[in-house]
Each structure stands twice: as C-alpha cells, then as structure tokens.
C-alpha cells in the first residue's frame, strides 16, 4: 500500500522582519484530508508561517513543500492547487455577491455561462442565494466571510489555508463558517485553519499544533493535548459576584493550585484531580457562606493546555508580527 504524501512538509521555516524573528525555526507535517488546526495568540507567528506555505513570502531559512512541491523553487504550481482566505475579505464590495464570483470565474478562464454556473452553485452552498443580488456592502460580517470562502473554491483546492476565519464573527455567523469548514473536508479538501480560538481548534481540527512566539511548542489532537496537562478542572458559578474573592482563597487552599478567575465575574476554576478535594471544597464554600449556584468537573480545556505550555493564555494581545510583514 503506497503511504499517502502528507500535504504540508515544513522544516526549521525562519522569517526575519528587522530585528524580530517572527517565526523561529518552525516543523510542521500536515497530513493530507481533515483539518489541521494551528493555534496561537496575535503575534504568534501564525500568519507568517501561513503566508510561507502559501508562497506569498520567501523563507529566510529552512524549507518547506506543499502538496508535493517546494514552496520557493515551484510555488506557481502549488498555487495552482491551492487558494488561501486571509482574516479580511478580499471580495468587492460595490458588486453584487453573485458579480464576484462571476468576475472571479472570468478571471480563472471559465466562459460567462460556465462561471456564472460555478457562482449559482457556490451561492447556494453557502447559503448566501438570496442575497445574490445585493452589494457585497450591505452583507452582514457572516455573509462575507461566506461570500469570501466561496471566491476561494471557484476552482476546487486540494489545500485551503484559512487564516482566522471567524475574527469578529457573532456566534451565529462562526457556527455557520464552521458549518462550511466540515463541507470542505467532506469534498476532500484539506484545510489548514489558523485561529486563536481555542473553542474553534477543539470543534474542528483532527490535529493541533500550538505555536507561541515563533516556535511550536506542542502538536497532537486534541484530546492528546488535553492529556499532557494532566489533571482536570473544578468550575464553579457563585450566586454573589461579590464572594469570588473569598472563592478563590478557599480554592485555592482547600484543592491546591493555580485558580483562574472566568470572564463571568461569578465564575472561577481550578485544576482538579481529587474528587474528595473538590468535595471539601464545596463544603468549605458553604460553610463560609458562600453561595455556589452551579459547579462542574471537566477535563482540562484547550485555553489550559497553551497556559501550561506557554505561561500565558491564548488571548495575550502582544504586538502581531503582521506589522513587521
């Protein structure tokens, strides 16, 4: 049985802006079908190493092949076979949505019936046909993230890179991107998503590499990166925001460990591994006064898994190296 080329091949990948080594040396292998999700906070080096792999920028060390080829030495094959959608969408805005696709089809060589054909197909993919007619100006951010995805398949790739995809979106919006990321896989498409959504990464990707200033610092599914980590997780909801404080000082010193205090200015948790801890706990609560409206045990979520290996959450908002390209 011949073994089955992976679809992305990078080795100590290096590019350089000034003084600020946006990605360091980066290995990545990304096998061909599924999802392969590449997770890190702005400025991580995700978008670099991306535009690399794409043939956008030249690495200033080590190299890579895409889909078989040397991204430097045959990149206008590869991008003959692949289509990148960045974090913004490229689409325009004074045409219509279904004028964009038609343009684009044009552009790629269709004839006008044959291109306006691929732009009704792709319209109803993505659930965007009626609104066909309207200017791309007047679309929700969903709509043209959708809109923006589909210019992307007007040829079917056997790679697709999307970069951020959902930014900004409305829960309802990245639902229905994410919708079309399992369509695409579906078709047989390969797709390397970048996010800094750790909620994205767990949902849709079969593998995950985790990247932090440049350098990969773990890679594996999902569930293999929870395992690293080791213990789970107590989290609890208080019925009074104000106790949080005292919450966190029982937790702290009746379970042990590093509490982390939740967006919900009700809500906190704490690594977990002892049920009769987290037991006492709840007693030591009560005893105090403090109200718990609602507690659960859960395994280790991917946002713990980049604080164990980073020393930092995944929202850090440090200085993006898309500045420096």
Do not use: C
């Not at 049985?1 to 290995?27: H, N, Q, Y």
């Not at 060390?61 to 094959?77: I, K, N, Q, T």
């Not at 951020?164 to 309802?172: I, K, V």
């Not at 995950?208 to 395992?227: F, N, Q, S, Y």
């Amino acid at each position: 049985m011949t073994a089955v080329e992976p679809a992305i091949e990078a080795s100590g990948l290096v590019k350089v802006f000034g003084e600020t080594r946006a990605v360091d040396g980066v290995d990545l292998v990304v096998p061909t079908g599924g999802v392969y999700g590449f997770l890190g906070p702005n400025g991580a080096g995700k978008t670099t190493t991306v535009r690399m792999l794409a043939t956008l920028l030249h690495p200033d060390g080590g190299s890579a092949r895409v889909l078989g080829r040397d991204v430097v030495r045959e990149a206008d094959d590869i991008r003959a076979r692949m289509s990148l959608t960045g974090q913004y969408a490229s689409v325009d805005e004074q045409l219509t949505g279904g004028e964009n696709l038609v343009l684009l089809g044009r552009l790629l060589g269709f004839t006008k019936a044959v291109a306006a054909e691929r732009g009704e197909e792709l319209l109803a993919v993505f659930d965007l046909a009626d609104a066909a007619g309207r200017q791309v100006k007047t679309y929700s951010g969903g709509m043209r993230r959708r809109l923006d995805i589909a210019a992307s398949l007007i040829v079917t790739p056997e790679l697709v890179f999307l970069d951020e995809p959902t930014t900004g979106l409305d829960p309802r919006s990245r639902n229905q991107v994410w919708d079309v990321i399992r369509s695409l896989v579906d078709v047989g498409t390969t797709v390397l998503l970048t996010t800094q959504y750790l909620e994205e990464a767990d949902r849709l990707a079969d593998r995950v590499a985790v990247i932090d200033r440049g350098r990969i610092v773990a890679e594996g599914t999902p569930g293999e990166l929870k395992a690293s980590v080791g213990a789970g997780a107590v989290h609890v909801r208080l019925v009074e925001a104000d106790r949080r404080p005292e919450a966190e000082r029982i937790l702290a010193r009746v379970i042990g460990g590093q509490v982390r205090l939740a967006p919900e200015p009700d809500a906190l948790s704490v690594p977990a591994s002892d049920p009769e801890r987290v037991g006492a706990a709840l007693v030591e609560l009560s005893r105090a006064g403090v109200a718990v409206s609602g507690y659960r045990l859960a395994e280790p979520s991917l946002d713990e898994v980049f604080l164990a290996l980073t020393g930092h959450a995944a929202d850090v908002d440090e200085k993006a190296e898309e500045d420096a390209a």
